[in-house]
């Protein structure tokens, strides 16, 4: 069970929501739609259980009557002459308190959680700082990031980490640190040119494993690392070309699978 609290002041109250597999009261529960009343329990379509804190309307549409339920987590919008859909988890998911609608209840808190002022600061802010400490943010830019995103969560760094394990907002981290280090000059085409000419110094000095590693992370951060269990590529690369002395750089790419080098391996050893 969940309890959210409404109210400010001296009138706050807490409000219970059962989540689904929850033992219910004792009373007839509705589907949430236009014969919902004031202090009715309603069932969300993904099984979530709350009272309907107050109703507005109808109101007269002409073609149609409408009310608005306001329940725990969210207000609604029902009509006399279709059946309502609402998805309660994204709402209490996201503690955001806003008007429900069946494109919200489609897409998911995700995406909406995207679209919101709150979300694009704090993800421009944690890219600048990654890119400013390398990569690695400690305990208290962590703490400093969730109070950014969500101060009035008991618990926003939490909330934070919650929020950078979403698929979508990985992918709006990702492309800030595109951006930030393109305006820098650090592109995928630049990384790539640095990376042949640490490779062609190191074939004199031996010594640039730091300028690798620095170069290594500006890779990672472009997301320009193969997956470690995907396809492999060797490249031979001719270092005439690296050390001037060719007009082209020759590369052989030669697909190889992780597993099957694995097993080859294997097999020749019990060969010997």
């Known amino acids: 069970m969940i309890e959210i609290k409404r109210g400010r002041g001296k009138k706050v109250k807490v409000y219970e929501v059962f989540e689904p597999g929850d033992s219910l009261p004792n009373r007839d529960i509705l589907e949430v739609g236009y014969n919902a009343e004031k202090g009715d329990l309603v069932i969300s379509d993904d099984g979530y259980v709350a009272e309907v804190i107050k109703v507005y ?13 306001i329940l725990p987590y969210c207000r609604k919008w029902v009509r006399s002459t279709r059946r309502a859909i609402l998805m309660a988890k994204p709402y ?33 802010a944690y ?11 400690t305990d208290e830019q962590m703490a400093t990031l969730g109070k950014i995103y969500r101060s009035d969560q008991e ?5 934070f980490k919650k929020l950078l394990k979403q ?24 990384v790539i040119k640095t990376h042949l000419r640490i490779v062609s110094d190191a074939l004199d000095s031996g010594q640039l494993s ?9 890779m990672e951060m472009l ?27 020759e590369y052989e790419l030669k697909p190889k699978q992780s597993e099957r080098l694995k097993e080859h391996t294997r097999n020749e050893e019990q060969e010997d």
């Open 57 to 69: 309307g109808p109101y007269d549409r002409g073609w149609m009557q409408e009310k608005m339920l």
């Open 92 to 124: 209490l998911d996201s503690g955001r308190y806003t008007a429900a609608s069946e494109k919200a209840a489609s897409e998911g808190w995700q995406v909406q959680e995207t679209r919101t002022e709150r979300t694009k600061r704090v993800v421009s």
């Open 127 to 137: 890219a600048r700082l990654m890119v400013e400490s390398g990569g690695r943010l």
């Open 155 to 159: 618990n926003p760094k939490a909330t």
């Open 167 to 190: 698929d979508i907002v990985k992918s709006m981290v990702k492309d800030e640190l595109v951006r930030i280090l393109s305006e820098n000059g650090l592109t995928p085409d630049a």
């Open 210 to 218: 730091v300028a690798e590693k620095a170069n290594s992370k500006f």
């Open 223 to 249: 997301d320009m690392k193969p997956d470690k269990t995907s396809t492999q590529i060797e490249a031979t690369v001719s270092w005439d070309h690296l050390l001037g002395g060719a007009d082209e750089t």
